[in-house]
């Protein structure tokens, strides 16, 4: 058994779905990703200019793994039975993140990979990434012949479709490498179509300061007023784009019942449930300990809540929203509260919403919070 056969068994049995090899040389698309981060469509996401250069290097720099001669891709499935959609007051949660954090469960699965390794190959030092280093793992993993990287940006695979996770296990191994597989997409462009946003400005290039999971994620301020009303009842991420891919018609359902521990629980919250609960810190915290759910901290998850409850618009909404507004210590949480509010007195006639207004613009000390209060009282119609 040659030692890419031995790798490849060892990884499945420990869970992995697909994996593939490439070599240590220096990305083929690192000019146009230094382009992208040029034309600011990163937004506030900093830290992907920080080790641009690193990034766009190869991979046996002493700040990766000094030595380094192979590289091994690894793809996780996080693919489920679609779970349908309630009625009402719900809000949606992407499908990577109904479960335990990714992260922690690809990194359990590379640890035991890597002391495989270093117990079969006597010497080899091994270092493991997922989603957390200057390392392209998308691209690593279309040349490793892992799948192909998507209109939308993402790696497509014709065995997983696009729902899975990419880790990457640096090797000073010397393996042989595979061959990339052929782009399927044809003139597909379900994807562009499908993003609620329009962040797909282009095959291939996405505008993260218009994206959906951005927005609700990574983005630490206000969202943009002209793109809240898109958003929907999207609260963490977005799946539009993926979930529109034919390739999905041969997703392989995941062997990992930890990306689904919790499904039930966080796919599509009761909205004025999680209102209520980020209220607190510590019930935050508690809630969400181990899931990914804990990125955009406590400010932005209400903020999305928020946003939400004023997209659905309705009138059960106002008293829990007037609490935010009047309560909560953020004043990003208050702004959004008041624009949903400001979304439920247009849509509803509620005097209730209004009235909440009112009150806010009297007792509120942030300037920006006062331009979302007046910005909600609809000057074009009628006066608060």
């Given at each position: 058994?040659?030692?890419?056969?031995?790798?490849?068994?060892?990884?499945?049995?420990?869970?992995?779905?697909?994996?593939?090899?490439?070599?240590?040389?220096?990305?083929?698309?690192?000019?146009?990703?230094?382009?992208?981060?040029?034309?600011?469509?990163?937004?506030?996401?900093?830290?992907?200019?920080?080790?641009?250069?690193?990034?766009?290097?190869?991979?046996?720099?002493?700040?990766?793994?000094?030595?380094?001669?192979?590289?091994?891709?690894?793809?996780?499935?996080?693919?489920?039975?679609?779970?349908?959609?309630?009625?009402?007051?719900?809000?949606?949660?992407?499908?990577?993140?109904?479960?335990?954090?990714?992260?922690?469960?690809?990194?359990?699965?590379?640890?035991?990979?890597?002391?495989?390794?270093?117990?079969?190959?006597?010497?080899?030092?091994?270092?493991?990434?997922?989603?957390?280093?200057?390392?392209?793992?998308?691209?690593?993993?279309?040349?490793?012949?892992?799948?192909?990287?998507?209109?939308?940006?993402?790696?497509?695979?014709?065995?997983?479709?696009?729902?899975?996770?990419?880790?990457?296990?640096?090797?000073?191994?010397?393996?042989?490498?595979?061959?990339?597989?052929?782009?399927?997409?044809?003139?597909?462009?379900?994807?562009?179509?499908?993003?609620?946003?329009?962040?797909?400005?282009?095959?291939?290039?996405?505008?993260?300061?218009?994206?959906?999971?951005?927005?609700?994620?990574?983005?630490?301020?206000?969202?943009?007023?002209?793109?809240?009303s898109q958003m929907g009842n999207r609260i963490f991420g977005c799946d539009d784009c993926l979930a529109a891919c034919p390739w999905n018609d041969r997703a392989r359902e995941s062997r990992e019942l930890r990306f689904a521990a919790r499904a039930d629980e966080l796919a599509f919250p009761d909205l004025l449930d999680w209102l209520r609960l980020l209220g607190e810190e510590a019930a935050f915290r508690r809630k969400f300990a181990g899931t990914p759910l804990l990125r955009p901290k406590r400010e932005g998850l209400r903020r999305n809540v928020c946003i939400a409850l004023g997209n659905i618009g309705e009138e059960d909404a106002v008293l829990p929203l007037t609490d935010a507004l009047r309560t909560d210590p953020s004043p990003i949480v208050r702004g959004a509260a008041a624009w949903a509010l400001g979304q439920i007195a247009r849509r509803m006639n509620s005097q209730a919403a209004r009235a909440a207004l009112r009150a806010a613009r009297a007792a509120e000390p942030d300037e920006t919070v006062l331009e979302e209060i007046a910005f909600a009282s609809d000057a074009r119609s009628d006066a608060l």
């Open positions: 058994m040659t030692p890419e056969e031995r790798i490849r068994e060892v990884a499945r049995e420990i869970g992995f779905d697909a994996v593939g090899f490439t070599g240590a040389e220096p990305p083929d698309h690192a000019d146009y990703q230094r382009a992208w981060l040029a034309a600011g469509m990163q937004g506030a996401m900093g830290y992907l200019k920080h080790r641009e250069e690193l990034r766009a290097g190869a991979l046996d720099s002493p700040n990766l793994l000094a030595g380094t001669r192979s590289v091994i891709l690894l793809a996780l499935s996080y693919d489920r039975p679609r779970q349908p959609s309630p009625v009402g007051r719900h809000g949606v949660v992407a499908r990577y993140a109904r479960g335990e954090d990714y992260h922690e469960v690809m990194r359990e699965k590379l640890r035991l990979l890597a002391t495989q390794m270093e117990t079969l190959f006597p010497g080899t030092r091994t270092r493991g990434f997922c989603d957390s280093g200057p390392i392209r793992e998308r691209e690593l993993a279309a040349r490793a012949g892992l799948g192909w990287q998507g209109k939308h940006t993402n790696l497509i695979s014709l065995d997983l479709g696009n729902w899975f996770f990419l880790g990457a296990l640096l090797t000073t191994l010397p393996l042989r490498a595979d061959a990339p597989v052929t782009a399927h997409c044809g003139t597909c462009t379900r994807c562009l179509a499908a993003c609620p946003t329009g962040a797909l400005v282009a095959p291939l290039t996405l505008d993260a300061r218009r994206c959906i999971s951005y927005l609700t994620i990574e983005l630490r301020g206000p969202i943009p007023r002209e793109l809240r």
